[in-house]
């Protein structure tokens, strides 16, 4: 079945650092993946996303480029500020846009970013 | 921007009762979802629910679960006989007829005792 792998947390950086948190993925087909954010006390929320190979989403910031041949949807943000401390999720959908089965998500483990001024 | 509302943020309940988490999706969506996080674990899918019946569900929806959408706002996740093992925090989703965006709730935190 379909599985998502992050990297394990969690991460601590200074403001104005670089960001990488990786992500790979196992599926069916051509899933769509997603990142989504977990601020404290609130909901996820999708920060980005991306449909096919070689899209990439980018959102406040944050960057993650869709790579088929090593199956991965890393996030990347080049100056993390301290506003950025949260949870973060990788997730993808094998179903087609749309469909009925397009919010079965699969997600990672989540990954917690603390950002120090 | 619009807001999945989830009632009660933390629910504490004893062994063997039932318990109803309650939803309000967006108003014009139309496909809705359960998902849970067991404390250091994945959030995994429980059941997706579309046009007034369930659509799909995971091996982890079973009989003890249930869902309703009892009138045109609210949709509710019902555990009939709670288990030690159903402690976990419950988020609702919801998205749109095409728009993929899944918006989630802030989630309800149920302990079982």
């Known amino acids: 079945g379909d599985s998502v792998t992050q990297m394990e947390g969690p991460v601590t950086l200074s403001e104005e650092a670089f960001l990488t948190i990786n992500c790979t993925y196992t599926a069916t087909g051509y899933p769509s993946l997603f990142w989504y954010v977990q601020y404290p006390g609130e909901g996820l929320q999708l920060l980005l996303k991306a449909t096919k190979a070689d899209d990439k989403g980018s959102n406040k910031g944050f960057e993650a480029t869709y790579r088929k041949e090593t199956t991965s949807f890393h996030l990347e943000k080049g100056s993390v500020q301290v506003s950025d401390s949260a949870v973060y999720f990788c997730?993808?959908?094998?179903?087609?846009?749309?469909?009925?089965?397009?919010?079965?998500?699969?997600f990672g483990q989540g990954t917690i970013l603390t950002v120090h001024p | 921007e619009p807001e999945v509302t989830q009632t009660p943020s933390h629910q504490v309940t004893q062994m063997g009762q039932e318990v109803i988490l309650r939803c309000v999706p967006i108003?014009?969506?139309?496909?809705f979802y359960w998902y849970r996080q067991i404390l250091g674990q994945k959030v995994e899918f429980l059941v997706s629910f579309y046009n007034n019946e369930i659509s799909e569900k995971s091996e982890i929806f079973d009989d003890q679960f249930s869902v309703e959408r009892p009138d045109g706002s609210n949709f509710t996740l019902k555990i009939r006989s709670t288990k030690l093992e159903d402690s976990a925090m419950y988020f609702c989703?919801?998205?749109?007829?095409?728009?993929?965006?899944?918006?989630f709730g802030s989630g309800t935190q149920l302990s079982v005792l």
């Open positions: 108003s014009n969506h139309l496909y």
């Open positions: 997730a993808l959908s094998d179903a087609r846009l749309g469909g009925t089965s397009y919010g079965k998500l699969t």
């Open positions: 989703a919801s998205r749109g007829q095409v728009e993929g965006k899944l918006f």
